[in-house]
């Protein structure tokens, strides 16, 4: 097993990650998550100095590879996110272009569960501004339950959300490439 230490931005990827199915699919890639998820609490908190104890933690319980994941938000684009990050070279640093929910409405399967909108599609999950506000819309024009970041995301995973199904979606491209960074992680 490769251990690996995971920090991400906030709660919605925190969640996501300490969910069983990804723990499962890590599994199913011979990784071990070292330690525990690290919420960073916020973009403005992955920054170097903030991440570097982080790391440190992480390493001192064995992680072989560091990943961080956080949303591109209003950034123009993936390479400032990074370069805020400013990560080291052993780092891999995933961003959700946008918000990671915009991986949720690529989840055309778990969506349709949660609208019960058989018919459901997101054509470009990663073009929206704002990919929680639109799930939110989703949710009050049906009247769907509870719409708080935590309660949504802890309810698309009790509906079988996936990150690979995600990463299925062909105008998904980030969700894609952190499942491949981690598939090519399992065999370094």
Request: hydrophobic share 40%.
């Amino acid at each position: 097993m490769r251990k690996v230490g995971f920090i991400c931005e906030g709660q919605t990827e925190y969640i996501l990650l300490k969910s069983e199915g990804f723990k499962a699919y890590l599994s199913s890639l011979n990784i071990e998550i070292a330690f525990d998820i690290i919420d960073a609490g916020g973009c403005k908190n992955l920054l170097p100095h903030n991440i570097e104890p982080s790391v440190r933690k992480l390493k001192d319980y064995g992680a072989e590879a560091i990943v961080i994941l956080t949303d591109m938000d209003d950034d123009a684009c993936i390479t400032l996110t990074k370069e805020r990050i400013h990560p080291q070279n052993d780092y891999l640093v995933v961003i959700a272009v946008k918000q990671i929910e915009a991986w949720f409405l690529a989840n055309t399967q778990t969506m349709r569960l949660l609208l019960n909108q058989p018919d459901f599609h997101f054509e470009f999950p990663e073009s929206v501004l704002n990919p929680y506000k639109e799930i939110y819309q989703f949710l009050v024009y049906n009247r769907k339950g509870s719409y708080n970041k935590k309660r949504i995301v802890t309810r698309l995973l009790d509906l079988g959300f996936s990150l690979q199904d995600s990463a299925s979606h062909p105008n998904c491209p980030s969700a894609k490439y952190f499942i491949d960074k981690l598939i090519q992680l399992s065999s370094n």
